[in-house]
């Protein structure tokens, strides 16, 4: 086996649900998530890879993810087509109102512009810095500090409203 089959096992082996998860909190859908991972893999071990290791690999891949994602959503007006398919959250007086589930947290993600969701999953989930998730898309800390804030306003009011009726 070559080394950069080695390392593509290992790391889908080790790192592959991680990848998937990661995809997952970037389009809200399983599997376009899965369509994006392995994408990215073919991607990433689709050229030359000599010296590869498997933390550079992961590395690669989840850059990959982004890039794609992003170009994706880009492309395509997707979310233009089907924002009247999000359903509305239904009314009821509970102790679950307190708690968001995750089908709310994807709603409210899939709300937000493809850029506002990179920055909130590389802030929130991936622990970045604001200076890291710059880094990361490539942009100002200052724009990413303002892609945090918009997507805190277009959450805040999707999110906020199930603690209130708890209150």
């Known amino acids: 086996m070559a080394g950069w089959e080695r390392v593509l096992a290992d790391l889908a082996e080790t790192r592959g649900q991680a990848l998937l998860r990661y995809a997952y909190l970037l389009t809200g859908d399983g599997a376009e998530a899965a369509d994006l991972v392995q994408e990215a893999l073919l991607r990433t071990f689709g050229r030359t890879t000599r010296g590869l290791t498997l933390e550079s690999a992961e590395a690669y891949v989840r850059r990959a993810i982004l890039t794609l994602h992003i170009d994706g959503r880009r492309r ?9 398919l999000v359903a509305t959250r239904d009314v009821s007086d509970g102790p679950e109102r307190a708690v968001v589930d995750g089908a709310d947290l994807r709603s409210a993600l899939a709300a937000l ?55």
Do not use: F, N
Not at 76 to 84: F, K, Q
Not at 119 to 144: F, I, K, M, R, T
């Open 76 to 84: 395509s007006g997707r979310w233009a087509r089907v924002r009247h």
């Open 113 to 167: 512009s493809p850029r506002q969701r990179a920055c909130v999953v590389l802030h929130y989930y991936e622990d970045l810095s604001v200076a890291q998730v710059a880094d990361v898309l490539g942009c100002a800390p200052g724009a990413v500090k303002r892609h945090l804030s918009d997507a805190r306003a277009r959450l805040e009011p999707l999110l906020d409203d199930s603690r209130e009726g708890s209150r």
